[in-house]
């Protein structure tokens, strides 16, 4: 995965694009606007860290400037300002998803590789396959094996984001957004709780766990 | 003389002691007031000059309109006489007028000027040989070395070449005329002398109230933020803009106090976990054996500066919450759907805790106001329940294990409320609970910052309500009151002195 980072931060551009190379990514920077919106126009990349305020052209009119000359790119948005109309701001000017600052580095792994994939992912296909677990989204059936699942509607979407992602990290946070439809912090594990419910429903009983915590970072469901 | 020169000139000048009174003088003179004044007086006075001089005019010109009138009538009735009886007949007539006493004037001439009767002794140059109108000195005949007096006369040519002089005495009408002008100008000599007078009292009186003013103002900039500007109590505009100016200072110095709150408790409270972060990755330094401590340092280093990080964005949150009330936007949406959502995310968390969740909503509850706050402020209450509903006593007592949220219609208020049988908040704590970082004592056992109901307060305040801690017998029931129309901005008194 091919990524650019523009963030007028030395340190934290540093610290992100090394921490990607790590898990091998490749990761280019710019240190402003201007830069960054000419790289983005020239190479192609699968997501871009836009920081919100930059020097010479501030974050938010680079993505209107790439979203105007038809870049499609997904773009995750890096903010310092955390307040609720600002991650609203931040999507309507054409941002995919948005992170406020201070943030841990597994939480923005797992929401660029989510952004990544998205393109060509696998929100067309109606029936979701992980090992011998079957989800239909049409018909709202969940089976494993032989055996059907009966599970709550919200149960239901959890598993559906789970398995939409399947092989994927995917954070508590990134279930209480696109889940819940929550922007808040919810202080407590609620998250955890529904997953262990979740987990009692499609696991127990079964020599293969599929969907595993990863720790520090969140949960995946995966094949093996 | 430019102002510095005068000025200069002024010190030279004028005793020392006169120099500030000068001054202030001078600041008098500038206030807004004294130039309306005299502004307003100049109008006043040319008006008043303008109306006196017409009327003076006017007088004039009557008393001249009914001279002539007179006149006339008396040359027409004279001239009637001479026709009938001649000139002895005139000549006798004029005699005995002449003799009364008054204002008329009467002279018969021949052809040659010599005076056959009458009571005009000298007149102006040329006046006889003049047939018409004329306006003359003239002396009396009684008393020819007395002083000239005006008269308005008209000669009359009689037919057989005698001319015929009548007139009047025009003193009487300069006298009257000086008189309104004599008067006029002594009016308006009081108006402008009255009304800078006024002008400079009025001036002085806003320049004291302006000048308390400006001193509290001072002391406030220079750091008093308990300073209130003085209100007189009349109600007048400066009242009202002391008033409101004194309410504006109230907020300032509950922000500030706010403020310093916050950054005292943050010094505090956030101290600590950064000196056990600070000790715990020192202690792995010097104690550390291999990998595997490392990374359980590490691991534990991760989890408190996640939990810093917590707190640090609540006390931000909190802290835009209770600053941001224009800036924070405002939507339509249901109360009840947030709380029954809620209801749902929170549910299994509860039954794991071996809490039943039931939540009370009849019907949709639209409201004003931000969404996500609202949901934040909820989830913390919905939470604290979680966490402290649990109460043994009340088990052993047979009260259910229950947290109930409900959401209920009062008029044009909404009232949200989340009620634990735990063991509860005791009276005299309930308005303490509410400050940031405090936690009871009974709580600190259980993870969290001591910011959640500190958040819900400011959110009920954001919305123009209120957050309420009452007894659920036994238990904690907090209810959040909230306006349905959402923001309420803090009203300003127009009048009546801020409490």
């Keep these: 995965m091919r990524l650019l980072i523009v963030e007028d931060d030395r340190d934290a551009a540093d610290y992100i694009a090394r921490a990607f190379r790590e898990v091998g990514h490749v990761a280019d920077q710019a240190p402003d606007g201007e830069e960054g919106l000419a790289l983005a126009l020239d190479r192609q990349y699968d997501v871009l860290i836009v920081d919100r305020m930059l020097p010479k052209r501030d974050g938010l009119s680079v993505i209107g400037e790439l979203r105007a000359k038809g870049v499609e790119t997904p773009v995750l948005i890096l903010s310092a300002l955390g307040q609720v109309d600002d991650r609203v701001k931040g999507l309507r000017a054409g941002g995919d998803d948005y992170l406020p600052k201070p943030y841990s580095f597994s939480e923005l792994l797992a929401r660029v590789e989510v952004l990544a994939r998205r393109r060509g992912g696998r929100g067309e296909e109606t029936v979701y396959r992980v090992a011998d677990l079957e989800l239909d989204r049409l018909s709202h059936q969940v089976s494993r094996g032989k055996e059907e699942i009966v599970l709550q509607p919200r149960e239901f979407r959890l598993l559906e984001y789970l398995m939409k992602h399947a092989g994927q990290v995917v954070t508590r946070t990134m279930l209480l957004e696109n889940v819940w439809d ?3 912090d919810p202080q407590t594990n609620v998250i955890d709780v529904h997953i262990s419910r979740l987990r009692s429903k499609i696991d127990k009983g079964f020599s293969q766990p599929l969907l595993h915590t990863v720790r520090g970072a969140g949960y995946m469901i995966r094949d093996k | 003389m430019t102002r510095r020169r005068w000025s200069e000139l002024s010190t030279r000048l004028v005793p020392a002691w006169v120099g500030p009174r000068l001054n202030a003088l001078a600041k008098l003179f500038h206030t807004t007031l004294f130039k309306l ?23 004039r010109r009557l008393i001249t309109e009914q001279i002539t009138r007179t006149v006339d009538a008396e040359i027409t009735g004279l001239a009637e006489q001479y026709n009938q009886g001649g000139i002895q007949r005139l000549v006798f007539i004029i005699d005995s007028r002449a003799r009364r006493p008054g204002s008329s004037l009467y002279l018969v001439t021949t052809f040659s000027g010599d005076g056959l009767a009458g009571n005009v002794g000298v007149l102006g140059e040329g006046v006889l040989e003049h047939v018409g109108w004329t306006e003359t000195v003239y002396r009396r005949l009684d008393d020819p070395e007395g002083t000239e007096h005006h008269a308005l006369v008209r000669v009359f040519q009689l037919p057989s070449g005698f001319r015929l002089l009548v007139g009047r ?20 000599a009081v108006v402008i002398v009255l009304g800078l007078a ?6 002085r009186r806003v320049l004291r109230r302006v000048d308390a003013m400006t001193e509290t103002s001072k002391t406030i900039m220079a750091g008093d933020l308990s300073g209130r500007l003085p209100v007189a109590g009349s109600e007048d505009e400066l009242d009202r803009l002391a008033v409101n100016l004194n309410a504006m200072l109230e907020r300032i110095e509950a922000l500030m106090r706010g403020f310093k709150e916050v950054s005292d408790n943050i ?13 715990r990755a020192e202690e792995a330094l010097r104690t550390a054996k291999g990998d ?21 964005n609540a006390l931000l949150m909190i802290a835009r919450t209770e600053s941001g009330q224009a800036s924070t936007p405002m939507a339509e949406f249901d109360a009840a759907d947030v709380l029954q959502g809620l209801a749902e995310l929170y549910d299994p968390l509860a039954e794991e805790k071996g809490l039943a969740l039931r939540a009370e909503v009849d019907g949709a509850l639209p409201m004003r106001g931000n969404r996500e706050l609202l949901t934040q402020a909820l989830a913390n209450l919905v939470d604290n329940a979680i966490k402290y509903g649990l109460c043994d006593a009340a088990a052993a007592n047979g009260v259910p294990a229950e947290i109930v949220v409900s959401a209920a219609n009062e008029g044009d208020r909404i009232r949200l409320c989340v009620a634990d049988h735990g063991p509860g908040v005791p009276p005299a704590d309930r308005e303490h609970v509410v400050q940031r970082f405090v936690r009871l004592e009974q709580s600190r056992t259980e993870p969290g910052s001591g910011l959640g109901l500190s958040l819900v307060a400011a959110v009920a305040h954001l919305h123009g309500g209120e957050l309420k801690l009452e007894d659920n017998n036994p238990g904690l029931k907090a209810c959040l009151i909230l306006p349905r129309s959402g923001r309420q901005l803090p009203k300003l008194a127009p009048s009546e002195p801020s409490a």
């Design chain 1, 182 to 184: 929550y922007h808040f």
């Design chain 2, 37 to 59: 004044t005299l502004v307003y007086l100049t109008i006043f006075a040319v008006f008043a000059a303008c109306l006196l001089g017409y009327f003076a005019w006017n007088t």
């Design chain 2, 169 to 188: 005495d025009l003193e009487e009408r300069e006298r009257l005329y000086d008189i309104i002008l004599a008067a006029g100008q002594w009016s308006i």
């Design chain 2, 198 to 203: 006024g002008g400079f009292f009025a001036a």
């Design chain 2, 267 to 279: 010094a505090h409270d956030l101290k600590t976990p950064l000196t056990r972060l600070h000790n």
């Design chain 2, 292 to 312: 595997k401590d490392y990374r359980a340092a590490l691991e534990a280093t991760l989890d408190e500066s996640d939990e810093l990080i917590r707190t640090f």
